[in-house]
């Protein structure tokens, strides 16, 4: 269900210069603007990257449509953004939230955890199933994630608190603005090796690999209806087109997580 923002928490790091919001749901987003300065696609690659890690079930933060309203903005002032010495105002209207993992003032979140505690990440194999997603989608940027603790189910036990990786920030698949898609065995790794110490062959990419390859295309296109008329503001033959690519590009996958090996420092140490 479409939210509205109630509350301003902080401005966020990173390129789309992105706000923390409370919404009317009472949870916390993420918030990228129409207007930001990477390009309103970034919002459109979001939102079907959400949707299609849905259907992959990988652990990725829940996305929503956040209005936010003129009186909003007013009563708001240090949410705008800067390009240069300029000021860019936030334009009222939908914008895209990333689901914050909780209440921020009594939740840590972290963008790293030291390796004693990487290597105990509950979720660990989800490095492997969206390494597939971002050689699938094109992924420009680097895998980034975050990490908090959660109560995990023990098998016969009671739950106990763990560390779980969520995937994040997804505005740079389809080479992000460009809407291409280009190929290098570096596009989509995560930065440390330890994720990928559990790869033997291209069977443990697996159920991932055939999800994808037999990717349904009705997911496509609920993706593609989704998509607020106002984000693609006359490009919706250019991204059905894109996505009609994607579609093709499905069988390709196989190959292309094995011509990762072929990076300047491989990141399967154990793949032989």
Not at 35 to 61: C, D, G, K, M, T
Not at 77 to 91: A, D, S
Not at 123 to 140: I, P, T
Request: charged share 25%.
């Amino acid at each position: 269900m479409p939210l509205t923002a109630r509350r301003h928490v902080r401005k966020m790091r990173g390129g789309a210069q992105s706000h923390l919001l409370e919404a009317d749901d009472g949870n916390y987003y993420i918030v990228k603007f129409q207007n930001n300065p990477q390009h309103r696609r970034i919002l459109v690659n979001e939102l079907v990257s959400a949707v299609f890690l849905n259907y992959l079930q990988v652990s990725a933060a829940p996305a929503e449509f956040i209005r936010i309203t003129p009186e909003f903005l007013a009563a708001n002032p240090e949410i705008y953004m800067h390009l240069g010495t300029q000021r860019i105002p936030v334009e009222p209207g939908w914008h895209f939230g990333s689901r914050h993992p909780g209440n921020p003032d009594v939740m840590a979140v972290y963008d790293f955890v030291p390796d004693a505690l990487l290597g105990g990440v509950r979720n660990l194999s989800d490095f492997l199933a969206v390494l597939v997603f971002d050689k699938w989608m094109a992924n420009a940027d680097g895998r980034q994630c975050i990490f908090f603790r959660a109560r995990v189910e023990e098998w016969q036990a009671a739950a106990k608190h763990a560390f779980v990786a969520v995937m994040i920030d997804h505005g740079f698949v389809f080479n992000g603005p460009n809407w291409d898609f280009t190929e290098s065995p570096l596009q989509g790794l995560y930065p440390r090796k330890l994720v990928y110490e559990q790869v033997r062959s291209l069977d443990d990419f697996q159920p991932w690999l055939d999800r994808v390859v037999h990717f349904p295309e009705e997911v496509v296109d609920d993706a593609f209806r989704h998509v607020p008329p106002e984000w693609l503001a006359g490009e919706e033959d250019q991204f059905e087109a894109l996505l009609e690519k994607l579609l093709r590009r499905r069988e390709r996958v196989p190959d292309l997580i094995a011509g990762t090996r072929d990076a300047r420092t491989n990141p399967f140490p154990n793949w032989s």
